[in-house]
T-cell receptor
């Protein structure tokens, strides 16, 4: 059964720093991996989708990588800003046509 | 505007009173799914549907029913709600399944409280 883990569960960094969020999954038979952002009490905003054949995707200050063979993905945020404070979730679309989420990393950017 | 809509957004009900949460998408998506989000447990898939009249269980289907009679709609039915179904519910859709480029689009969420 696919399991998705995100470490750390919470992270605080000073504004302006670059940071990396981690996501690992146990079964490499996935179609894709998607990173989301969720603000408190709100819905999910899609950030990046990495297809199973891709190694990375970039959008603005965000860069997501995927190493399917090792079951790992990272989300790199450059030059962090207070507005980046949110919970970041990763989800895999696995070969059983199910979507499995990690529990998220709660990010706090200190002004 | 391409979107996934859910109704109601907030619902307080009592144990045992049947309820339906509606989900609709206007993107002609084939794949639709329901999730619940609970503190410490994250988002868990309840049911998913590959297309009209095709539904399957996710990780936490007990106590829930779904139907997919039309492509755009995927209602979540709680026939006899219990307090342990108090949660934040999300509906999502994607163009399809079984491929690497199918991105999930989420609705705004429905906060359900069962007393």
């Amino acid at each position: 059964k696919q399991e998705v883990t995100q470490i750390p569960a919470a992270l605080s960094v000073p504004e302006g720093e670059n940071l990396v969020l981690n996501c690992s999954f146990t079964d490499s038979a996935i179609y894709n991996l998607q990173w989301f952002r969720q603000d408190p009490g709100k819905g999910l905003t899609s950030l990046l989708l990495i297809q199973s054949s891709q190694r990375e995707q970039t959008s603005g200050r965000l860069n997501a990588s995927l190493d399917k063979s090792s079951g790992r993905s990272t989300l790199y945020i450059a030059a962090s800003q207070p507005g980046d404070s949110a919970t970041y979730l990763c989800a895999v679309f696995d070969r059983d046509d199910k979507i499995i989420f990690g529990k998220g990393t709660r990010l706090h950017i200190l002004p | 505007e391409a979107q996934v809509t859910q109704n109601p957004r907030y619902l307080i009900t009592v144990t045992g009173k049947k309820l339906t949460v509606t989900c609709s998408q206007n993107m002609n998506h084939e794949y639709m799914s329901w999730y619940r989000q609970d503190p410490g447990l994250g988002l868990r898939q309840i049911y998913y549907s590959m297309n009209v009249e095709v539904t399957d269980k996710g990780d936490v289907p007990e106590g829930y029913k779904v139907s997919r009679k039309e492509k755009r709609n995927f209602p979540l039915i709680l026939e006899s709600p219990s307090p342990n179904q108090t949660s934040l519910y999300f509906c999502a859709s994607s163009l399809g399944a079984g491929g690497p480029f199918y991105e999930q689009y989420f609705g705004p969420g429905t906060r359900l409280t069962v007393t």
